[in-house]
């Protein structure tokens, strides 16, 4: 019974994406000027959230600075939404109009050497439609595969529509405790990988393993992804993406190594969060500060926890 509700709310689900998603772009921003009306005054959605992570990232901004980035940013989260509706029908060449890459002939030269490659990016500009770097790299001769990580919805309906949209451009979902099975499996039958992990989320208490200053603020962060560079020996490629004009962004690939056995412990997740530090402060507004990205602090992590043998336990 509970597989025929789901099927049921999927296809409505759907069949309404599809038709909203049919709109002009132009008509989409409409209803997104409207909809931040809505979300910033009304609803006021996360207002404190949002007010706390800027005034603690920007002290020395006034209060009048800080309701301008987040009127900003709230306008720019209302475009997100929109355009997320429009990636379902939105061709690949208007999409290819919207999204640019560059950087792409050297991320298409390494994955031909035969190396993989993992792409930190964040919650800035329209991550959603960075998915389509599939379109813009140059033949590889290799057998490869584009992924991409994603925390799967608890709803299943939503779940799936979300994989559908997000695997048009012919990238993989994979789940995050797939993450590894997925990269030891592509190795061991001779594929070679990008997969683009976001990776300024907070982490669970038993996954900080390493705190820096991000923002002006002490932020645990997850160092997953350098345990699997370094184990696998793959290229660091950092994506800064920038948003020039509404609906309109460019990536570009960087690369950070192609030998992780160079650099120190921690050391590429200092240089990922660095990067991501300076592509935030060039223009605030975009990034995702309605996400409670500071809400575990060292003080609580020191008094509730210890590390032993390299594993976070409960004192």
Request: glycine share 6%; with cysteine.
């Amino acid at each position: 019974m509970k597989k025929w509700v789901n099927n049921i709310a999927y296809w409505a689900l759907t069949g309404v994406w599809y038709l909203l998603s049919l709109m002009p772009l132009w008509l989409h921003y409409v209803f997104s000027d409207i909809m931040y009306v809505l979300i910033a005054y009304v609803l006021r959605y996360r207002h404190r959230v949002i007010w706390k992570n800027l005034k603690n990232s920007y002290p020395d901004k006034s209060d009048e600075e800080i309701k301008r980035l987040q009127r900003g940013f709230y306008r720019h989260f209302c475009d997100v939404l929109v355009e997320m509706v429009k990636s379902m029908t939105i061709s690949r060449k208007h999409l290819m109009r919207r999204m640019t890459f560059t950087g792409c002939e050297e991320v298409s030269e390494i994955m031909n050497s035969g190396q993989s490659i993992a792409l930190l990016l964040g919650h800035y500009g329209n991550w959603e439609w960075v998915t389509s770097l599939v379109l813009w790299l140059p033949p590889i001769t290799r057998p490869h595969e584009f992924g991409q990580i994603y925390h799967p919805l608890e709803n299943e309906a939503m779940d799936r529509l979300m994989l559908k949209v997000r695997s048009r451009c012919g990238a993989t979902c994979v789940s995050t405790r797939d993450t590894l099975r997925w990269v030891l499996g592509n190795k061991r039958n001779g594929v070679v990988t990008i997969l683009g992990y976001i990776n300024d989320q907070v982490p669970t208490w038993h996954n900080i393993h390493h705190w820096l200053t991000f923002l002006n603020q002490e932020t645990p962060v997850f160092t997953g992804i350098e345990r699997i560079v370094h184990s696998q020996n793959q290229a660091v490629v950092y994506l800064d993406v920038k948003r020039v004009g509404r609906g309109r962004y460019t990536g570009d690939f960087q690369v950070v190594t192609r030998d992780p056995s160079t650099m120190g412990e921690f050391e590429l997740t200092d240089i990922y969060f660095k990067r991501m530090e300076q592509t935030i402060n060039r223009a605030p507004q975009y990034w995702l500060w309605s996400h409670n990205r500071w809400k575990r602090t060292r003080e609580e992590f020191d008094r509730r926890y210890k590390v032993v043998d390299g594993r976070v336990v409960e004192k």
